[in-house]
T-cell receptor, first 111, second 117 residues
Framework: DAGVIQSPRHEVTEMGQEVTLRCKPISGHNSLFWYRQTMMRGLELLIYFNNNVPIDDSGMPEDRFSAKMPNASFSTLKIQPSEPRDSAVYFC?????????FGPGTRLTVT | AQSVTQLGSHVSVSEGALVLLRCNYSSSVPPYLFWYVQYPNQGLQLLLKYTTGATLVKGINGFEAEFKKSETSFHLTKPSAHMSDAAEYFCAVSDQGSGGSNYKLTFGKGTLLTVNP
């Protein structure tokens, strides 16, 4: 299996622009998680889905953030408009039980 | 609600020395416990896990951890550190209390392990 796939691996954008991060979970996994990692705040859970349905989005920092999972093999995390404080590494993880498998992450820089 | 405390945000050891990374948890139900490792510029990788059964679990790269219910601990150890062990280590506990099929984990803040030659 290819593991969890994330794209792009690096994204540099200007403040105010829309950013879309993409994730393809491992085939057969029915749970998907979006995390954000920064030096200041560590690893934060933003939102997670079970069977394509959002279960808990309490970690989404603001209305500027939104996430979708239109089918079992694809999810997006969108930031609109982006701000410099959104600069972080964003991870997607998937699981079929408690053991989560992480993707390589997307390093987002907002200037 | 579940929580995880990792004592020591940074641990430094010499190559060949014992590695001990501490993790304490709180959980209202019997927990599932995990250790993940993150190498620079990579995602988190599962090192080992405890679900049920034997309380001493072995993982990859010579690491092991022991579940101690009475101490609510799940410390990670390795007898002899190698330079390649330098990474950040995260302890995590399952959120079984949410029930159903919600397989959320609560992560600790991480411990950065430095290995000196």
């Amino acid at each position: 299996d290819a593991g969890v796939i994330q794209s792009p691996r690096h994204e540099v954008t200007e403040m105010g622009q829309e950013v879309t991060l993409r994730c393809k979970p491992i085939s057969g996994h029915n749970s998907l998680f979006w995390y954000r990692q920064t030096m200041m705040r560590g690893l934060e859970l933003l939102i997670y889905f079970n069977n394509n349905v959002p279960i808990d989005d309490s970690g989404m920092p603001e209305d500027r953030f939104s996430a979708k999972m239109p089918n079992a093999s694809f999810s997006t995390l969108k930031i609109q408009p982006s701000e410099p404080r959104d600069s972080a590494v964003y991870f997607c993880a998937s699981s079929s039980y408690y053991e989560q498998y992480f993707g390589p992450g997307t390093r987002l820089t907002v200037t | 609600a579940q929580s995880v405390t990792q004592l020591g945000s940074h641990v430094s050891v010499s190559e060949g020395a014992l590695v001990l990374l501490r993790c304490n948890y709180s959980s209202s139900v019997p927990p599932y416990l995990f250790w993940y490792v993150q190498y620079p510029n990579q995602g988190l990788q599962l090192l080992l896990k405890y679900t049920t059964g034997a309380t001493l679990v072995k993982g990859i790269n010579g690491f092991e951890a022991e579940f101690k219910k009475s101490e609510t601990s799940f410390h990670l150890t390795k007898p002899s550190a190698h330079m390649s062990d330098a990474a950040e280590y995260f302890c995590a506990v399952s959120d079984q209390g949410s029930g159903g099929s919600n397989y959320k984990l609560t992560f600790g803040k991480g411990t950065l392990l430095t290995v000196n030659p």
